[in-house]
């Protein structure tokens, strides 16, 4: 039976290895992004995901071990498929759908992670997780900012086209 110190490293390395393939998909995303602040939201977020990666190594090196990544086959679906929405007509909408499915799969996890902690008895460690946590929260509520105005504006564009046109 596995204990609970062991479920969390699985959890820590599957979340190491999970931030790692966003450092290199997040710049995709910024790339294909048409609307200003989404494109500035990933600038920043993308810096953000470059210390979510030292605080796991930091949460290893806590629990006295080696920081290793193991393959996060639920991030590496949530950021193919999202790639293969970036060809559509509503593009930032697509973008933007993608980017907050994976920021919940990084709320679920950093969640259950710095519970885990706590009961651990690492209180810094938990720190650690809920300062990362906060981080993601944040940008998902900003997506969701995002999403709406996004939205709006394309509704105005077509009100507009629909009124032209007479
Ligand atoms: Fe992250
Ligand atoms: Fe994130």
């Given at each position: ?6 479920t ?23 790339q294909?992004?048409e ?8 600038e ?6 470059e210390?979510h ?12 071990e080696?920081p ?25 909408a ?21 519970s ?22 944040a ?8 999403a709406e ?7 105005n564009q ?9």
């Open positions: 039976m596995s204990t609970l110190r062991e969390f490293l699985d959890g820590l390395a599957d979340m190491y290895d999970a931030e790692k393939q966003l450092i290199k998909a997040l710049p995709k995303m910024l294909a992004a609307n200003e602040s989404l494109r500035a939201g990933f920043t977020h993308l810096s953000e995901t210390s990666i030292s605080r796991l190594e930091e949460v290893f090196e806590i629990f006295g080696k290793k990544g193991k393959n996060c086959k639920a991030m590496k679906g949530l950021i193919e498929e999202g790639e293969e929405l970036f060809d559509d007509h509503c593009r930032d697509a973008i933007i759908v993608a980017a907050q499915k994976v920021e919940h799969y990084e709320i679920a996890s950093y969640g259950s992670l710095k885990w902690a706590k009961l651990l008895g690492k209180r810094e460690a938990a720190g650690l997780l809920d300062q990362t946590l906060r981080e993601e929260k940008t998902d509520l900003k997506l969701t900012q995002v105005s996004v939205v709006n504006i394309e509704e077509e009100e507009a086209e629909h009124f032209g046109g007479h």
